[in-house]
């Protein structure tokens, strides 16, 4: 769907290169990976050279139902195929953003995303030896990692364990073995949860434990680790590594966020802390948002998604770390703490606004959304 004639891609003076900020991109190319994963290739009207650090993500803009939603996305291929970038979705049971994507988004079609940003990269982690390990579609940031190094030629010391739920779920499958037996520095290992009827399977069974981890790789002390997965799968990865003594400094992870739905679920439980605390006499806040119209009483510390939550109030959210900027609402009053990961300008903290994902209450307040 390029508009552009391809030789452009080769002059300098017509390829510009993109930075962080707010992109208008079209889907050049949608690729099924499973049953329920989808990619989803985009370029430019003129040719662009997409840099950004392997394992970095954007933030997409989208108009669902007359509603703007924003939902962050990992670049799942690598910035070595520099002309177009992807990102790779799973279907998630009554989730907004990616059913629309996988039912709505076309080759052809424009849309805005925001970035790339995200801490969570292999160059600012520099390392000879390093250790993928992956749940389910986090396998998209190591996957943009691996890409990188096998693409660029590097050094780097690469073994890949990937976890899926059967043979059928494994994302990437044919380019894992591909890569592997293209070069010594890359060894993909695959584990499944289960089998179903039918399903051939050769790997390893059951979830990734130490014994496994031995057998994969048994240097594993040695490695920069880096982490993504559903959370009761990083969990018990930090906890395998934290009980073998491993060095966690050199341990890097990226968590697809708190969703909506835990969003909601932790008001609730502030709710009942908050009734809770008057009944021990413990420091409660009062915040309002938007001219007092919607008003909660919560506990002091409380984040302020979660207090939004409770008032009633849906505050755009993506990232959940301070990153992606999406959350940003004004203080008119009251002391909010921020812990932001530079997803937010000295000027626009000067003018009062905060991400509400990474800040908490420490008065009463009221603000603006
Ligand atoms: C840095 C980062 C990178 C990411 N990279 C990827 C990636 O590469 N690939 C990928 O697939 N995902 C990725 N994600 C996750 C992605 O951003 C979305 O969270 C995911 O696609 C779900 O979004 P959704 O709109 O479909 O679901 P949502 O609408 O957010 O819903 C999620 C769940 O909550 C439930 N829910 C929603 N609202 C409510 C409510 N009010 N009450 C009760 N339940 C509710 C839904 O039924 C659903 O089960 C990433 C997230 C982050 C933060």
């Known amino acids: ?13 017509m390829v510009q290169t993109w930075s962080n900020g707010r992109h208008l991109v079209r889907c050049v190319k949608v690729i099924q990976e499973t049953h329920d994963v989808t990619t989803f290739t985009f370029g430019m009207n003129q040719p ?30 690598s910035p070595s195929i520099p002309y177009s970038f992807s990102i790779t979705v799973k279907r998630v ?7 629309w994507l996988h039912d709505n988004l076309n080759e052809g079609d424009q849309i805005a995303v925001h970035g790339p940003v995200g801490n969570f990269n292999c160059l600012d982690f520099p390392t000879e030896k390093a250790l993928l390990l992956s749940g389910g579609v986090g396998i998209t940031p190591v996957m943009s990692m691996a890409r990188w190094w096998f693409d660029t030629d590097s050094d780097v010391d690469m073994v890949f364990a990937h976890s899926a739920r059967t043979p059928a779920d494994i994302i990437f499958h044919k380019e894992l073995e591909y890569m592997s037996t293209r070069i010594d520095n890359f060894r993909a290992h695959l584990i499944c949860e289960r089998t179903e009827i039918g399903q051939a399977w050769t790997g390893y069974r059951g979830y990734m434990n130490l014994q496994m981890l031995q057998l994969i790789a048994p240097d594993f002390m040695e490695r920069e680790v880096f982490c993504c997965g559903p959370e009761p799968y990083m969990n018990a990865v930090r906890t395998m590594l934290e009980e073998a003594g491993y060095d966690m400094q050199r ?8 969703t909506p739905a835990k969003d909601v679920k932790r008001a609730e439980q502030h709710a009942d802390e908050a009734e809770q605390a008057e009944q021990i006499d413990q420091a409660m806040v009062q915040i309002s948002f938007n001219d007092r119209e919607q008003n909660a009483a919560v506990a002091v510390g409380t984040n302020l998604n979660e207090a939004a939550a409770a008032a009633g109030v849906n505050i755009a959210k993506a990232c959940g770390v301070g990153i992606c900027g999406a959350c940003r ?38 603000i603006e959304c």
């Open 93 to 99: 049971p009554g989730g907004v953003v990616s059913n």
């Open 329 to 366: 609402v004004k203080v008119i009053s009251g002391d909010v703490a921020m812990d932001h990961n530079g997803g937010i300008t000295e000027e626009e903290m000067a003018q009062g606004y905060v991400l509400s994902c990474c800040s908490t209450l420490n008065s009463d307040a009221e």
């Open 251 to 258: 341990y890097h992870e990226e968590s697809f966020g708190a």
């Open 1 to 13: 769907m390029s508009q552009f004639n391809t030789s452009d891609f080769m002059n300098p003076m």
């Open 48 to 77: 662009v050279l997409f840099f950004f650090k392997p394992g970095q993500f954007v933030t997409l803009e989208l108009e669902i139902n007359g509603e703007r939603v924003m939902r962050s996305y990992t670049i799942s291929s």
